[in-house]
């Protein structure tokens, strides 16, 4: 049983670039959930997708975008970065069997480091 | 005031000490996870309860639905236990968290 993996673990961008970061999600799992830490933070929960649709917001604007792909491994898009985007985004998988009902377990990846310079 | 708060925010012990971290949450719950995160980054699920108690080696985790308050214990801590530990509370959508902002714990030979 693979866990959930993040891609890249690291990168350093510049202030209006964008971002693409990627999580394969739990072999049997269906939902995956993004979550922004910064430093000393606990995580900020940003989005949610359940079967390719968003299913749960945070307060986060929308030039934060997601995508879930038919194998349910994630995108989260990042677009005219800002310094305050400075942060580790933690990606977490679930399975659900209803979309939004109860509450699962959680499978974290190792989250990938943005800097934004 | 954060709708999760935890306490101590930094706590150091020594091998082989009972170790308590509390949690408090101001809002409704479906669940209440602790979860453990070492440095680096990566987040590693111990409990997931909504009543009672569950114990896992020498983690205990306790939850008082009707006081809003958590608690992990760990008996005799080890070096190895140093992390912070986060409270985080599912209260509406079934993946949508809200975390506490963690205690860093020190265990120390």
């Known amino acids: 049983e693979t866990g959930v993996t993040q891609s890249p673990t690291h990168l350093i961008k510049t202030r209006g670039q964008q971002v693409t970061l990627r999580c394969s999600s739990q072999?049997?799992?269906?939902?995956v959930s993004w979550y922004q830490q910064a430093l000393g933070q606990g995580p900020q929960f940003i989005f949610q997708?359940?079967?390719?649709?968003?299913?749960g917001r945070g307060n986060f604007p929308p030039r934060f975008s997601g995508l879930q792909f038919p194998n349910y491994s994630s995108e989260l898009n990042v677009n005219a970065l800002e310094l305050d985007d400075s942060a580790l985004y933690l990606c977490?998988?679930?399975?659900?069997?209803?979309?939004?009902?109860?509450?699962?377990?959680?499978?974290f990846g190792a989250g990938s480091r943005l800097t934004v310079l | 005031k954060n709708e999760v708060e935890q306490s101590p925010q930094n706590l150091t012990a020594q091998e082989g000490e009972f170790i308590t971290i509390n949690c408090s949450y101001s809002?409704?719950?479906?669940?209440l996870h602790w979860l453990q995160q070492h440095p680096g980054g990566g987040i590693v699920s111990l409990f997931m309860?909504?009543?009672g108690k569950k114990k896992h080696g020498r983690l205990i985790a306790t939850i008082n639905i009707q006081e809003k308050h958590s608690s992990l214990h760990i008996t005799a801590s080890h070096p190895r236990d140093s992390a912070v530990y986060i409270c985080?509370?599912?209260?509406?959508?079934?993946?949508?968290?809200?975390f506490g902002t963690g205690t860093r714990l020190q265990v120390t030979l």
């Open positions: 309860l909504s009543s």
């Open positions: 977490a998988s679930s399975l659900v069997s209803l979309a939004g009902t109860g509450a699962n377990v959680l499978t």
């Open positions: 997708y359940y079967r390719e649709e968003e299913n």
């Open positions: 985080a509370v599912n209260t509406g959508t079934a993946s949508k968290l809200t």
């Open positions: 072999s049997g799992h269906n939902t």
């Open positions: 809002v409704g719950i479906s669940a």
